[in-house]
Every structure is written in C-alpha cells, then in structure tokens.
C-alpha cells in the first residue's frame, strides 16, 4: 500500500492545463534577446519585435510529449545518483540564500562561504538530502571572484548531484567544470551531475539570456529545471485557481523553448508558488495555499506526463520553533503523499526560504523522513500479517521476545527518530536535551566528520577545477 491523495478532478486538471495553453497562445511569453526566438518562429510561433512569443498549442503539445518521463541527476558515484521515475520522492535545499541565522548568537547576519561550506558539508551527510542547490550567497567573497569560488566549494565538499540556482556569467567556466567532474563531456551527457535551474519572472516573462544558457547546457546533457514562483495578489492573479494557470504557462513557455532547441532535452516542471500577505506585505511561502497549489500542481504534471518539483518544505517561522514545525510538516506530507518526485523549501531554510540555519538541517531531514514514512502506508501480507506468529504466542502472551520481533525492529520496521525524543517525562527531564540540542550534536559530527575525510574529488580533479575557479588550494 502506497498513500496517494488526490486534489483535483481529471476534468479540473484539464481545465488549468487548457488555460495556461489559452495565455501561451493568446497572451505569449517574453523571452527578449534569446537565440531561440528564431527557432521557436520557424516550429510556429508568433514572435513580435518585444520579444514575444505567442505559442500554438500544438507546439506546446509536442513539446510536452517530447520530454522524458525518467530523468536522471548523477552523483559522484552511483549511489548519489537521482533518478526521478515516479517510484519515490526525493529532497533538495532551496537556494541562493543572502541570510544566515548565526549558529551560535541567533542573530541574523550575511551568509559567508564559511556558512556554505559548512552547510554544503552537513546537507552532504544528510541521508533524507538528496540533491544539492548552490543555496548560500558568499557575501565575504568579491563578487567578480563569487560565483566560481562558490562552485568550487559546492564540488569540493559534497557528491550529491548539484544545481545552479543563478545564471552563470561564463558558460566557457562551466563546460570546462563539466569535463573536470565526469572526465569529458560525453561521460557528463550519459552521467550529468550538474543541472541548471531556468527561472521565470511572473507574470509571462523569462530572461533570454538564461534561456540561451538553459537550451546550451540541455545541449550537454544537463537536466534544465523549469521554474516559475509566482506570488498569487502581486505577480499573479489572487485565486490559487488563476495562480495556477499562469505557473503553468510559465513552466510550459520556458519548456517548450529548451525542447524547441534540444529535442528530447531533460526538463523539470518546477513548482514554487506563494502568495503575498496583504497584512505584512511580505511574500509567504510557508501558507496553505501554496500548499494546495504545490499539490495540485504535482497532480498536474503527472497528468502530462512530467517529472515535478515543489516547493513543499517550506515555512514563514524565523527560528527553530512550533511554526516552523507544522508548517513544514504539512506542507511536506501534502506534497509527498501526491506523489511529488522531488521537493524542495528546504533543509535548513526559514523565513520563506530566506534565510539559512545550519540548526534547522537535522530538524528538516526528520520531517522529511517522517512524511515519506507515512507515504510509503503499510505493507499487507501474508508475511506481515503474521497470523502465524499471533497464534504461537497465543492468548495473554508477548512478542517482545519473539525472533521476527527482533529481526524487524533491526531491519527498520519502525520508524526512530534522531530529533525527537520518545523517553518518559522525568528521563528526558534528567537528560536536558531539546531538539535543538539534537540537531547541533548532528551538525557538529558531520563538521568533525569532514575534518577527518576530507574534501571530495580526486587531487588531479581539485588542482583542475581550482585553476578554473581561480581557488588556491590550502589542504
């Protein structure tokens, strides 16, 4: 038994998809400066000279059809690897955050590449972790120097595969990076552990410059996720239902321009939508009805026949506190038990994804590993029904020293937690743990661990990637 719920009828579904078609081909999608503006016109489209491109629904059709079910996001070795085929989901952190919540004053201060190396080292030990957003700003570094110090350090210290988050200044860097991680560029198509992330500006707008970059690393094998946050009362209508129809205009423009220049390009469906709250005036991430519209958009993208990914880890809280935890928890068990196939939000991240807190990783991975629990239902069979064993022990006996007992407790039958304590009152009284005392021994042996390990990457492929970086290598 697999739990599976259900947000929107076949005919609701229907109903959003045929209105994000309507605004593609009536309304367009600008894509200003892009090179594929004269291939997208050649397969049918209307191109005015803003850059506009009003697409036809076939062409968004085939488009759609044109994109693999499976996709695959490779670690350093196999069993890093990320292979999104419907049979289970997977987490990533957010990205790009400016903020750090300091570990050790609580008070909120610019990220450092202190900050993300450490962040990078911990989310690499999180099991529950899967794939690895660039998702810390490095404000110490300069900036003309920022954005390869930081993909060093990324490469350096975890093999989870990787995304870009921002759009890289020189593609030139990044080919060269590709070829320095899988060896050349031919084993980087068949085994891609790097991936690009191709973001939308609501309402109907995306950078062609980006979009070039997308369409040139799908070329090269790279997974382009297809990204559209759009915040329902400001950049898009107010009603999760019209919220809905422009993301997946703008998920479906940005697709069907990467197919129209690489066909059979893996591509992402990419959901993030939040709403503005008219009270603070602050964009939230961590509402219901972003909630609702992550899972109906997952039912959505299935229904197309796409891989999908949500926003779904989510929350407003500014600490580790009661709000972060159920509305994380909510937002995630909606999501996982729709069947998303990777979810973001994300490990570590408070304040709708704004601010990082190394604290909150255990915490997350928890909630995560807890939501796919529940997901995965309970097992019914002959085996796991155990009529056997019941009628052995028989009326008023015990199975606590049954051997099956034993064997399963071992094997996982059981959830346990890292975070939460399930002692009597007066023992976790006498241990004096709180959770957040949990979460930092987690994040401090990770830390230790590293020191011990060391980096990642063969020397040859550090010395490589550190002349590209322009990174002096220390150890």
Not at 227 to 254: D, F, N
Not at 318 to 332: D, N, P, R, S, T
């Amino acid at each position: 038994m697999t739990v599976r719920t259900e947000w929107l009828t076949g005919a609701e579904r229907e109903a959003v998809y045929g209105q994000a078609l309507t605004l593609l081909e009536e309304v367009g999608m600008r894509m200003k400066g892009a090179a594929v503006l004269e291939r997208l016109r050649a397969a049918g489209a209307e191109v005015d000279d803003a850059g506009t491109v009003r697409l036809p629904a076939a062409l968004v059709e085939r488009a759609v059809a044109a994109c693999p079910r499976e996709l695959l996001m490779a670690g350093e070795t196999p069993e890093q690897d990320v292979l999104l085929d419907g049979s289970r989901t997977f987490f990533n952190v957010s990205g790009c955050a400016a903020k750090t919540l300091d570990q050790e004053s609580g008070v909120v201060r610019p990220s450092t590449l202190d900050d993300l190396r450490d962040g990078t080292v911990v989310l690499d030990a999180t099991p529950e972790l899967d794939v690895v957003w660039t998702f810390l700003t490095a404000t110490d570094v300069p900036l003309e120097r920022r954005e390869l110090v930081e993909y060093y350090t990324y490469l350096t210290e975890t093999s989870k595969p990787v995304v870009f988050v921002d759009c890289p200044e020189s593609t030139a860097h990044v080919r060269r990076i590709f070829e320095i991680v899988s060896g050349d560029l031919a084993r980087f198509k068949a085994r891609p552990r790097l991936s690009l992330l191709c973001a939308a500006r609501s309402p109907l707008e995306v950078n062609g410059q980006l979009l070039d970059v997308a369409c040139e690393f799908a070329a090269l094998g790279a997974p382009v996720w297809a990204y559209s946050m759009p915040i329902a009362g400001a950049t898009a209508p107010v009603t999760p239902a019209g919220t809905l129809a422009l993301l997946w205009a703008e998920v479906l423009g940005v697709l069907t321009a990467v197919q129209t220049a690489v066909p059979g390009a893996p591509v992402l469906a990419c959901c993030g939508p939040g709403i503005l709250d008219m009270h603070s005036t602050a964009m939230s991430l961590g509402n219901l009805e972003s909630t609702l519209m992550g899972a109906a958009s997952v039912e959505i993208g299935h229904h197309l026949g796409l891989p999908v990914h949500n926003a779904a880890l989510s929350t407003d809280a500014k600490h580790l506190g009661l709000q972060a935890g159920y509305e994380k928890g909510l937002k995630v068990m909606a999501a996982v038990a729709t069947g998303v196939d990777i979810c973001s939000g994300g490990f570590g991240f408070l304040d709708s994804s704004s601010t990082f807190s190394l604290r909150m990783i255990p915490v997350d991975a928890e909630i995560a590993a807890m939501a796919t629990r529940i997901a995965r239902g309970i097992e019914i069979t002959p085996e796991t029904l155990m009529g056997g064993s019941i009628a052995d022990v028989g009326i008023a006996g015990d199975f606590l020293r049954e051997k099956e007992t034993r064997r399963r407790v071992r094997a996982g039958e059981h959830f346990v937690p890292r975070i939460g304590s399930r002692l009597p009152f007066e023992q976790w009284i006498a241990a004096g743990r709180t959770e957040a005392d949990m979460a930092d021994d987690l994040v401090r042996a990770a830390l230790a661990a590293r020191e011990e390990r060391g980096p990642r990457l063969t020397d040859d492929q550090r010395r490589a990637l550190a002349e590209v970086c322009e990174v002096t290598i220390t150890e």
